[in-house]
């Protein structure tokens, strides 16, 4: 199975990670604007993202005939489920600019949160998951 399209969606992500944190250790009043229009960049990828692993990557790992390899996709694809929600919640929270200005500090506890858990999640998808793939 081809998983480049997957490996390059993780690294925009945490391309777009990254530029968040920056963007709150530099100011997040003074950059809510560009803050909100990161995070709801980054939801719109995402949910691509997902919608693909969930449309094509998870099911053809579930017919690979590797038994091992299914399970662990099946694994992989209930665990996102509360991860999504999670994250789609922090995107409701934290896209308009307001809300980011009135509460910087709810913000990057938050982040802290969520985006640690959606970074540990892509590295173990890349360290496990899609190696896995990749051979069945």
Not at 21 to 47: P, Y
Not at 95 to 121: H, I, K, M, S
């Amino acid at each position: 199975m081809d998983i480049q399209r997957y490996h390059h969606d993780h690294a925009r992500i945490l391309e777009q990670i990254d530029a968040l944190r920056a963007l709150a250790r530099a100011g997040v009043r003074e950059n809510a604007e560009e803050i909100g229009q990161l995070i709801t960049g980054t939801a719109s990828h995402i949910k691509f993202h997902l919608a693909a692993e969930d449309q094509v990557l998870y099911p053809t790992l579930a017919r690979c005939g590797k038994a091992d390899v299914a399970a662990m996709s099946e694994r992989y694809r209930i665990e996102m489920q509360g991860l999504a929600e999670a994250f789609a919640g922090f995107v409701r929270q934290w896209r308009v600019p307001a809300r980011l200005a009135a509460d910087p500090e709810g913000f990057r506890r938050d982040a802290n949160t969520v985006l640690r858990a959606l970074f540990e999640r892509l590295q173990r998808e890349n360290a496990e998951l899609y190696p896995a793939a990749g051979r069945a």
